[in-house]
């Protein structure tokens, strides 16, 4: 009786047991073939729950472009700093700004999330020349669009042998406008140790009376007043400060050349930054300016880059980079009574860190070749493709040189012993033309951030 009941019990559950192998059989097939598939035809269906936040279970983390991450390349010693979608080259890209140790031979893929999927493909490396003979350089990794992906959210670069990226960066620039919210952004590489308070203010505010109403600043570190002023401007919507932690990741010079200061890049890894903000400032920018928070470009038959750079494209035309020959003016030499004109009163600034701009209006004299090394460029962002500390490595037009009479920067900085006697400095007071302007607005700053003696936040 119990072998019949057995039996009729079976046969009642057999449908079922068969149904549940069935499945079993199809799920093991479909994990086999996934694993069969070419690595460069890759495509993954992803869950519902968006990539781009932690998740718990599986570890997933992608990186937001609002600063510019430094990621490791997993099975490499290259480092990721942030990711653009390039719509000016046929056909189109996602261009990816990386470190790369040069000597390393690796190969890199990308993988490009549009919707709910991967795509996998090869990518290719480009890196720049211009290392400065430091191990370490700024790379372009190009990864190419598949007919499926033509905008895809975030990308992960991974060497070969890794199959399941963990760590994105968002792709930026998803858009190509014609029209800009700022006309000149200002890009500072980079702040380190940072305390020259006074000269940083004053730069800050000239640039602003000279029309620029954007400033980028990648940061390393500051002194606490230093960071003060930052907060101030960033409250204001003029600043913008990306941290630049790229001396947790390599050893950083603090020069430009191996043999001034060994390490594995050149001066704070300041090339990959200013390419990095190059690319972040390509549609929010009429023109991007790539100089130091000692450096002024000052137009001499003009008073504001507004009008110096329409002079220029009536001249050279548009898309170019323009390039403005570097005048030192040693900090160690100073504007001595009677001066040529009158000052406004400054005693107001002696208790306030850093360098008076005012106070020093003597340049070196220009030696041959013409002075024309350290110089600085302003250019049309969607023109250039790849930029250096001085001067354009790539771009749709050759870059053009400023004739002095026109316009010039004054590097205004201490230049250390110099053979050099004052009668041999050249007066400039085209600075005084700014200057009842700038102490009234340096004023003004330095009393709502609290730095000025007698006042506080």
């Not at 495509?43 to 990621?71: F, I, R, Y």
Request: a positive charge; aromatic letters at 10%.
């Amino acid at each position: 009786m119990t072998q019949v009941l057995d039996l009729l019990l079976l046969r009642r559950l057999l449908p079922s047991l068969t149904f549940i192998i069935l499945c079993l059989m199809l799920l093991l097939l479909i994990f086999r073939s996934d694993r069969m598939l070419p690595p460069q035809k890759y495509m993954m269906q992803l869950s519902d729950e968006p990539a781009w936040v932690q998740n718990q279970t599986t570890g997933t983390t992608v990186l937001k472009g609002q600063s510019a991450h430094l990621m490791r390349v997993k099975g490499s010693k290259t480092l990721l700093v942030s990711a653009f979608l390039e719509h000016r080259t046929k056909p189109r890209k996602v261009l990816v700004i990386a470190i790369m140790f040069r000597k390393e031979k690796v190969s890199l893929q990308c993988s490009l999330r549009c919707r709910e999927q991967l795509h996998v493909s090869r990518a290719s490396v480009d890196i720049h020349w211009d290392h400065f003979g430091f191990p370490y350089g700024t790379a372009d990794v190009s990864c190419p669009l598949p007919p499926a992906c033509q905008a895809p959210t975030h990308v992960a670069v991974t060497s070969a042998a890794i199959r399941n990226p963990d760590e994105f960066l968002e792709v930026q620039n998803q858009k190509a406008p014609n029209v800009f919210p700022y006309n000149f952004t200002s890009c500072f590489s980079t702040m380190y140790n940072y305390t020259n308070i006074l000269q940083l203010v004053q730069t800050v505010e000239m640039l602003q009376l000279l029309g620029v109403n954007r400033i980028v600043i990648y940061k390393t570190n500051c002194s606490n007043e230093t960071q003060r002023v930052l907060d101030y401007y960033t409250d204001k919507g003029l600043v913008e400060v990306i941290p630049w932690s790229l001396s947790k990741y390599l050893n950083v010079s603090r020069r430009a050349k191996p043999d001034q200061d060994p390490g594995d890049i050149h001066y704070f890894g300041q090339i990959p930054a200013l390419n990095d903000c190059l690319y972040r400032s390509m549609y929010r920018s009429r023109y991007v300016a790539l100089h130091d928070p000692d450096e002024l470009i000052l137009p001499q038959t003009v008073d504001s880059w507004l009008k110096l750079l329409e002079q220029l494209e009536r001249k050279f035309g548009a898309e170019r980079c323009y390039m403005f020959q570097n005048n030192w003016v040693p900090s160690e030499f100073f504007l001595t009574p009677p001066a040529p004109k009158t000052l406004p009163q400054q005693n107001q600034w002696q208790n306030v860190s850093g360098i008076n701009i005012l106070a020093h209006l003597y340049s070196e004299p220009i030696k041959p070749p013409f002075g024309y090394r350290n110089f600085k460029t302003i250019v049309n962002p969607r023109g250039m493709f790849a930029v250096t500390v001085h001067g354009v490595l790539r771009a749709k037009r050759v870059c053009v040189w400023v004739d002095r009479k026109l316009a010039r920067m004054y590097h205004i900085k201490s230049r250390g012993p110099t053979e050099l006697k004052p009668k041999q400095m050249i007066y400039d007071g085209r600075l005084l033309n700014y200057s009842a302007r700038l102490s009234s607005a340096v004023n003004t700053v330095l009393r709502e951030t609290g730095l000025l003696p007698g006042n506080s936040l």
